[in-house]
Nanobody, 127 residues
Framework: QVQLVESGGGSVQAGGSLRLSCAASGYTTSRYCMGWFRQAPGKGREGVAAICAGPGSTVYTDSVKGRFTISQDNAKNSLYLKMDSLKPEETAIYYC????????????????????WGQGTQVTVSS
C-alpha cells in the first residue's frame, strides 16, 4: 500500500523560507514522477512543481520559478520542496503526489497524472 506523508509546513512571514518533505512508503520515488500541489482557501488545487525519473526532469509553475526548488533523495524515498521568498498569496495546503507513469510538460501539473496523494501540510505566509 502506497503512503505519502508530508511534513515541514508551518507559519512564516512574507519573504521567509520553508522546506517541505514527503516520505513515501510502498512506492519507489526514482521510478516515475512526483509532484507538489497546493490548494488555497476557496480555490482549486494547483500544480506547483514536479520531478521525474531521468536527468534534468523538473518543472515549475511560472509563479514559483527561481524561488522554489524540488528535489528528491531516492535513498530515503523522499521528495522535498524548498520554498524561498514566500508570499502571502501562497498560503495553502501543500500536497505531495506520485504517479504510476512518466509524464511530460504540462501534464505534470494535472491532478489526473498522479495516482497517490498525501494528506497535505499547511503553509501560512503572513504579511
Amino acid at each position: 500500500q502506497v503512503q505519502l506523508v508530508e511534513s515541514g509546513g508551518g507559519s512564516v512571514q512574507a519573504g521567509g523560507s520553508l522546506r517541505l518533505s514527503c516520505a513515501a512508503s510502498g512506492y519507489t520515488t526514482s521510478r516515475y514522477c512526483m509532484g507538489w500541489f497546493r490548494q488555497a482557501p476557496g480555490k482549486g488545487r494547483e500544480g506547483v512543481a514536479a520531478i521525474c525519473a531521468g536527468p534534468g526532469s523538473t518543472v515549475y509553475t511560472d509563479s514559483v520559478k527561481g524561488r522554489f526548488t524540488i528535489s528528491q533523495d531516492n535513498a530515503k524515498n523522499s521528495l522535498y520542496l524548498k520554498m524561498d521568498s514566500l508570499k502571502p498569496e501562497e498560503t495553502a495546503i501543500y500536497y505531495c503526489a506520485a504517479s504510476r507513469a512518466l509524464y511530460y510538460g504540462d501534464y505534470l501539473f494535472q491532478e489526473f497524472a498522479y495516482a497517490y496523494w498525501g494528506q497535505g501540510t499547511q503553509v501560512t505566509v503572513s504579511s
